[in-house]
């Protein structure tokens, strides 16, 4: 979807971003900024800045930043056309009417149509629960102790006895049978012909983060089998890339969730206060879950079911938390099955205790190995050692895994320098180390190079924005060709171009990116966190070798995707590589 980038200035221009925010957080004004405890992560002190002469917010604490538009899409979870149009209407602005493809049209129809239909299950589920034919399924969820409140908030329903009642109800509303089946709502087969997905169950809606329908979750009544049934993969549901009361954990604040496997778990957790739990749709969790958790939390608890496939669950779950940034810990039932059997035996207080108690999640998995050993022994706990050594030999970075060498020697009574020495050993054994440190390969110095390269040009960008008055200076050698990463690049063009016109303006710039993961980048951008230089000299310093860094790299970018027979490229290369030459007697000066 595309609006021009007058329509988006002129949303973003009549939204001062003090109004907004004041909105959701409390502002009080210091100096020329207004400050109030950051929406993003849990804080004592105000370290939450908004500038209404930059039109730009940032965290000092954990980093968060952007502008209008970056503050609606973090806090509400929108997409940018989604912040765009609340902003909009906000404003008093009529957005214009946007034109699609086909392709894209005929798509977001489908989901427009799939999204009604399920509405009017959700709600056709509803009404049901509460008619004479629900009564089994409303005795259920009292008798599982859900208040009526409850049932409503999470929209809980029941499918009658019938097998094709919903598939009457929604034909009376004029929907078709290849729409119903795309809904997943109804199963289409020679044998018995059509009749509903779901029936003689108890329904769960399963929303996405905008509290809409997308899907459904149903507890049979009775013996049948499956015990749960969940929808089929549709157009509006991939269930290993959304979670079961998300909708509702995102605006719970709390800086972690509680992961369950089951709908009724997450809802008792909800009841009982613990407003951030979410669960997994009928699925382990995958990496899709992972990257979605990440949006909202770096760190997650497990309460997953305490039996041998809960354990299995939880084990499976730490690593692929971890590749995705995630510190994951895990809650313990016993002596009772799931957390909503616990909360109603011990209470919310009891579940705040295991959850003060939740173990590391590396620490569990060790927990759980030492079942497969006969720690007793001296052979058992050796065999036991050297298998924990093998796994913290897997931790890349030195600092954390000596403070995991450090815990287990405590936890095992094993001395520290007698287990680190292990650790090294099962490293070089298992090909995870070498014995003498190895130089590092080409394509390694390439990685680290342009890693290197990248953090040279985010930084003399952030310089540029940060004082105008060096702007001069450092064009004489800096030129928007000069940044190769491609956003870099992009900003850098509307940067020069904006001091060209004579207002460096940075909230208009991220106005451009209308792609959600580079919206997220140019606000990173803006923020990135210049060393702290005490003296003149040593800000000059910096600022000339991250010149001299970012231009040798475009020089040899340029060498490397020169065409042979570009004779007018290589000139301007030959004059490129002795303007570098020169650098080395650059001179700058910082007010």
């Not at 879950?289 to 770096?298: C, F, P, S």
């Not at 669950?313 to 616990?342: C, H, N, Q, S």
């Not at 690049?489 to 207002?503: K, M, N, P, S």
């Amino acid at each position: 979807m595309y609006y021009s980038d007058e329509i988006i200035e002129e949303v973003r221009s009549r939204n001062d971003i003090v109004d907004v925010i004041s909105g959701y957080v409390k502002l009080q004004k210091k100096g020329s900024s207004y400050f109030g405890l950051c929406p993003f992560h849990n804080e004592k002190s105000p370290s939450f800045s908004v500038s209404r002469e930059k039109q730009m917010y940032y965290c000092f604490g954990c980093g968060a930043g952007g502008n209008v538009f970056t503050f609606i899409m973090e806090y509400e979870n929108f997409t940018f056309v989604e912040a765009l149009k609340m902003l909009a209407e906000r404003a008093g602005i009529d957005l214009p009417e946007v034109e699609y493809s086909q392709e894209a049209k005929a798509k977001a129809d489908l989901r427009m149509q799939l999204l009604e239909i399920n509405k009017l299950a959700a709600k056709y589920y509803y009404a049901q629960l509460k008619s004479e034919h629900g009564q089994q399924a409303y005795r259920y969820l009292k008798d599982r102790e859900l208040s009526d409140e409850t049932i409503v908030a999470f929209g809980l329903g029941y499918s009658n006895k019938y097998s094709d009642d919903l598939y009457r109800y929604l034909k009376m509303k004029g929907y078709s049978d290849t729409l119903l089946q795309q809904a997943g709502l109804i199963t289409i087969d020679e044998r018995n012909g059509v009749y509903d997905k779901f029936w003689n169950r108890v329904m769960f809606p399963i929303m996405d983060v905008n509290n809409k329908v997308i899907g459904f979750g149903g507890r049979v009544m009775g013996d049948a089998k499956p015990k749960y049934l969940n929808s089929p993969e549709t157009p509006i549901f991939d269930k290993s890339r959304n979670l079961y009361g998300l909708n509702r954990a995102r605006t719970s604040r709390k800086p972690y969730f509680l992961i369950c496997e089951g709908y009724m778990d997450v809802i008792s957790l909800h009841q009982a206060g613990f407003s951030n739990a979410v669960a997994s749709l009928g699925t382990s969790l995958t990496a899709g879950h992972a990257q979605l958790i990440k949006r909202y939390v770096n760190e997650v608890y497990l309460t997953y079911d305490s039996d041998e496939a809960g354990t299995k669950a939880a084990l499976r779950a730490v690593p692929i938390l971890k590749e995705a940034g995630i510190t994951a810990k895990v809650i313990r039932m016993d002596p009772y099955k799931d957390p909503d059997e616990f909360i109603k035996h011990l209470g919310a207080q009891a579940f705040e205790e295991r959850i003060q108690k939740a173990r590391n999640g590396f620490l569990f998995s060790l927990e759980v190995l030492e079942r497969s050993y006969d720690m007793n022994s001296p052979e058992g706990k050796t065999e036991f050692i050297r298998e924990a050594a093998r796994r913290l030999g897997e931790f890349e970075e030195e600092i954390e895994r000596n403070n995991y060498i450090e815990a287990v020697a405590g936890i095992y009574h094993t001395g520290y320098e007698e287990l680190r020495k292990l650790v090294a050993k099962m490293a070089i054994q298992s090909g995870l180390a070498a014995p003498v440190k190895k130089p590092l390969t080409a394509q390694g110095k390439d990685h680290m190079r342009e890693d290197g390269n990248m953090t040279s040009q985010k930084l003399l960008l952030t310089w540029l924005i940060e004082d105008e008055s060096l702007f001069e200076q450092i064009r004489r050698y800096i030129q928007p060709g000069d940044f190769t990463t491609e956003l870099y690049h992009t900003v850098a063009e509307l940067l020069y171009e904006q001091h060209d016109a004579g207002e460096v303006n940075p909230a208009r710039i991220m106005n451009h990116f209308t792609d959600e993961e580079e919206h997220r980048q140019v606000a990173a951008l803006f923020h990135t966190k210049i060393r702290e230089l005490t003296t003149k000299e040593e800000q000059e310093k910096a600022l000339k070798e991250t010149i001299i860094r970012v231009k040798q790299h475009s020089v040899e970018y340029a060498t490397q995707h020169l065409a042979p027979t570009d004779i007018g490229g290589l000139q301007r290369l030959m004059e490129e590589k002795k303007a570098l030459q020169d650098l080395s007697r650059l001179h700058i000066s910082i007010n």
